[in-house]
């Protein structure tokens, strides 16, 4: 069973940042199920990595967007992409380092930090889209 799973109230309605969110959950997946069956830490470290990449490109995909139709609360929304790409940052050096290590408080973390960021933000951006269409 997933740890995270895809449900249809995390739709924004906009095909592209909801095909990016899905391969997010996805990626948060694979993460947590390559840390419950005891894969070593190189396995766990190149999943992360291509979590933060994915994510890097999401987020450039959407502040794309955003400028692209003047949207209103840009700011605000960067902010939060740069303030959650920070703190993965962290998680992964501190992984790399042994200081910490990949527990259910890190995908508590991700899941809800993904799933009220998509409800918080990402909706209001979807319509905004919408509206410029």
Same mark, same amino acid.
């Given at each position: ?22 391969? /997010?959950?996805?990626?948060? +997946?694979?993460?947590?199920? $390559? ?9 766990? *470290? &190149? ?17 794309? /967007?955003?400028?692209?139709? +003047?949207?209103?609360?840009? $700011? ?9 790409? *920070? &703190? ?46």
């Amino acid at each position: 069973m997933a740890y995270f799973n895809w449900t249809n109230d995390l739709s924004v309605g906009n095909t592209q940042i909801d095909s990016d969110h899905k391969q /997010l959950v996805d990626l948060v +997946n694979k993460l947590h199920d $390559a840390m419950k069956s005891g894969k070593g830490n190189t396995v766990l *470290g &190149e999943i992360l990595a291509d979590l933060i990449q994915y994510t890097s490109s999401h987020f450039k995909r959407e502040e794309m /967007l955003m400028q692209k139709i +003047n949207y209103a609360e840009f $700011a605000e929304h960067k902010a939060e992409h740069t303030k959650l790409v *920070g &703190e993965v940052l962290e998680l992964q050096t501190r992984f790399k380092t042994g200081a910490t290590t990949l527990s259910v408080s890190v995908f508590n973390f991700l899941s809800d930090w993904l799933r009220t960021h998509i409800k918080s933000r990402d909706v209001k951006l979807a319509v905004a889209i919408a509206a410029i269409k």
